[in-house]
């Protein structure tokens, strides 16, 4: 959602809502009467004069509102009226909107309109007891000359209010201060972003708003005809490949605070500084992106040999957890009732499937990457005037690998929203949440049976240790040992397989028998 200001109401709301400029207009819905709106921009033109303020007026402002594919099934005129009315019971002022979307319905979005005041109850009118002068500023002059050029003409944005008309109409009230805050733009893009997530399928990803805290960057609008459209887009690319980035540093284990602190410190900090020393130069933020996503990729390498040399060490060392170890992991309390796995543990095992997949594509990038390093390190070494035909192989795999390596960190954010999760991040987050509720559980459940048993009388604690172990030694005492057990159950399994072959060996001696007889009575 974009907010802006308008100087010419008029002619934006002709615009909006004129099906002969927008070619693809669905719906049209207005709170209040054309009146309203011409009052509306004269009352504000007039005070604009009268104060003196430097500038366009500011007559009202609008709101562009994305909507989501799947909402092009509803209702256009239905959905547009929800939207409008939602916002106008929170904050009270009159709106006129306008419902667009392009050839393909997939830039589906609405144009609304607000005013920053509100119609008052009682209209006040001062009339004028004898002709009034204004000049071009708006403010009331006492004579005729004060506004007459050299020639005795009226000056041009002058004018003169006669005798008995109405010089001023007190229609509205003062500007509402809260439309002007920051703070008023995200609360009402998460009061409509609610209303909408309520008219989205089942199975669609809810929508999330922005947030600058995150790890990602926000991609820029380009809107039409705008002449910095190439800036922008590349921009665009450098910012998408940092959100990519961050999403493969989630996946290989690299700490969100880190990812955040690289984003503080190399991107926000380094631009601030940038624009106080040159201004805004998107070539400059650009080239602090680069920079910003090297430190990345740095740091992925780092935590990668961090983990490579962790598994060594875990491999080399292989120590047993003594029985203290896991007495004191079970050292919990423990209540009568069996423990009931909370609703967080339960999504642990959707998640982990999604956690898995994630965990496979990084490694697939782990792949690429090795195989592009390797790549441009034989094309390095590949001179020599005879060896164009193989540099030309090399570049094109260079490039296949490229492609196939974008593809594959694209579609790390695809499988989170197939969780329903609106990023990677998002996706972590709650893994790591479902994934502590669940390990408690574990341990709320081992503790229990560790106590209790599996039996369905919970009342009576299970058998203590010693009480356990003298009973299972005069079991031992009263039956065959267990050795002995198993030499008979081989002896008897010896036996019958003795038997079969034995069986097997009559019955091929009986065959070989009527063979000669068949033989000698051919002879």
Known sequence: MQESK?????????????????????????????????????????????????????????????????????????????????????YGVDCIAAL?????????????????????????????????????????????KEIMDEDGNIRKGCYIIKKGEAYERDIFSIKDKQFKSKRFLKEAKVHLMDYINTLLPENYPKLTIFDDEEVYLPMLKIGKNNPKEAEIKEANELRKTWNQIADQALVEGVPQAEIKKIKQEEIMETAQKSIKEHGKEPGRFNQIVRNAIQHLRKLILKIRDAIKEAEVKAETSKQPVSESDNRKELQIPVTLEKPVEPELSKQFKKYYATYKKLE???????????????????????????????????????????????????????????????????????????KASHNEYQKQLEAWYAKYGTGENTSTPK????????????????????????????????KEKKDIVKAYDEQKDRSLKKVKNRNAGLE
């Open 6 to 90: 308008l100087s010419n109401l008029k002619g934006r709301i002709d615009y909006i809502s004129n099906p002969k400029r927008q070619e693809h207009l669905y719906a049209v819905y207005d709170t209040a009467d054309p009146l309203f709106w011409r009052e509306l921009a004269k009352e504000n033109m007039r005070i604009h004069k009268q104060s003196g303020t430097k500038g366009d007026c500011i007559e009202a402002r609008e709101l562009i509102i994305a909507l989501p594919e799947p909402l092009v099934e509803l209702d256009p005129e239905k959905l547009l009226r929800g939207v409008v009315e939602r916002f106008r019971e929170k």
């Open 100 to 144: 667009h979307h392009n050839k393909t319905k997939t830039n589906y979005h609405i144009h609304l309109i607000f005013s920053e005041r509100k119609r008052k109850e009682v209209v006040n009118e001062k009339i004028a007891t004898r002709n009034m002068f204004y000049d071009e500023n708006g403010r009331h002059v006492r004579t005729k």
């Open 360 to 434: 496979s594509t990084g490694k697939e990038i782990q792949t690429l990457e090795d195989k592009l390093e390797t790549l441009q390190e034989e094309l390095s070494q590949m001179t020599g005037f005879f060896k164009g035909k193989e540099r030309n192989r090399i570049i094109g795999e260079i490039a296949d690998t490229q492609v196939e390596l974008s593809k594959k960190r694209a579609s790390l954010g695809r499988i989170a929203i197939k969780a329903k999760c609106g990023s990677v991040d998002e996706f972590y987050t709650k893994y790591n949440a479902s």
């Open 463 to 494: 058998e203590s240790t010693k009480e356990q172990k003298s009973s299972n030694r005069s079991k031992v005492d009263t039956s065959t040992p267990k050795r002995q057990l198993n030499k008979v159950s081989m002896k008897a399994a010896l």
